[in-house]
C-alpha cells in the first residue's frame, strides 16, 4: 500500500521531488513536440553536453525496426565549458542507449505511452545534474568500448531489464561491474549529503535504529538526503514504505548548491571509487520528513524494510569532498 497517496502536482511538494519541482512544473503539463523543444531549449541554454562533449537533444524514442542507421550526430564540443573527459574523447563505441548518447548527443525520449514519464525523469535529472550524467555516460561508453561485443545481453534483475527495453534502439554488449553499478546509480541512487563520518558509519552498517530513532535529530540537522535515479523518482510518485534507494555518501554541506554538488559527484564517480559496494541500501521513507508515519518509531520495527546489516570487508573509499572552484 502506498504511504502517502498523492495525485497530481500535489506529489512533487514530497521532499524527494524538491531538487526538480520547479522543472517538473514547466514541463510535465507539455507534450509531444512541445515538451522536446521545451527541453531543448533547456539544454541548449545550459550548455549540457554527453559523455563525449557532444551538444545534448533530446529526441523522440525510434525502434530499431523503424530506424536502421542512427540520425546525424551532434557537434563536438571538446572545450565545452561543463566538463571534457579526454579518455572518452575518440568516438565509435558499438550501438545501444549509453553508447548513442555518447556517440551522437542525442537521448531517445519517450513522449507517450509506457516509459512517458521515466523518461520525463531522466531529462529533468539531466538537466539538473549535467556533469554526473555526462560522467555516467562518459564511464559506461569507455568500458563498453574495451569490452567484446556480445550478440545479446545476459538476462538481468528487473531493474536492468528495464533498462534494455529503454534502450530500443539497439545494443549488445555484455555489462560488466562497473556498468551494472553505474546503471544502478543513474536510475535508483539517492545522495547522502553531509559532513558527519560516524552518520555515514551507522548507514553503512545498517544500524537504523541509530539513525533514525536515537539521532534522529543530529541526522534531521546533518545530512540531506536528495534523489538522483530518475526511476526511483519515478516509484516515489506513489510511495511505499519499502522503497529502497542506493545511497551515495557524498561529504559535502549539506547547504551546497545544486552546481556544487553536481561538480563535486561527478569528481567522485570514477572506475576505482564506483561499484554496487559503495552503494548504501536505503529505505527511503524512513527518512526524517519523508513521511508522516515514520514520526512513530515503532515504524521501524519492521525487519522486512529495515533489515540487519550484511557487509563484510572492507568499504570503498569515501567520496571525495566538495572542493572549491
Known sequence: ????????????????????????????????????DALNGAADEAGLVSGSG????????????????????????????????????????????????????????????????????????WLTFPRTKARLNALHADRQR????????????????????????????????????????????ALWIGLD????????????????????AQLSESVRLMVFGHALLEKLELPYKAVTAHAWPLRVPIDASLAEIDRALSLALDADRLSTRALCPLPVMGFPGWCAANADPHFYDDPAVFRSGRRGGSLPPDSVALRST
Open 197 to 216: 563520518a560516524s552518520l555515514e558509519a551507522a548507514l553503512r552498517a545498517f544500524d537504523w535504529q541509530a539513525l533514525f530513532v536515537r539521532r534522529r
Open 1 to 36: 500500500m502506498p504511504t502517502e497517496a498523492l495525485t497530481g502536482q500535489a506529489r512533487w511538494h514530497a521532499p524527494a521531488f524538491a531538487p526538480f519541482r520547479q522543472r517538473l512544473a514547466a514541463f510535465a503539463p507539455l507534450a509531444g513536440g512541445d515538451r522536446l
Open 146 to 189: 574495451s569490452s567484446p561485443d556480445r550478440t545479446a545481453l545476459r538476462e538481468r534483475s528487473e531493474l536492468d531489464r528495464s533498462r534494455v527495453s529503454h534502450a530500443a534502439d539497439g545494443g549488445g554488449s555484455q555489462r560488466g561491474p562497473l556498468r551494472d553499478a553505474a546503471t544502478l546509480f543513474d536510475e535508483n541512487a
Open 54 to 125: 557532444r551538444c545534448l537533444r533530446f529526441v523522440p524514442q525510434v525502434s530499431a525496426s523503424v530506424s536502421g542507421a542512427l540520425p546525424s550526430a551532434s557537434p563536438a564540443l571538446p572545450a565545452s565549458p561543463l566538463l571534457a573527459f579526454p579518455a572518452s574523447s575518440e568516438i565509435g563505441v558499438s550501438s545501444g542507449y549509453e553508447a548513442r548518447i555518447f556517440d551522437t548527443g542525442e537521448v531517445p525520449t519517450r513522449l507517450s505511452g509506457p516509459g512517458e514519464r521515466h523518461d520525463l525523469y531522466n531529462a529533468i535529472v
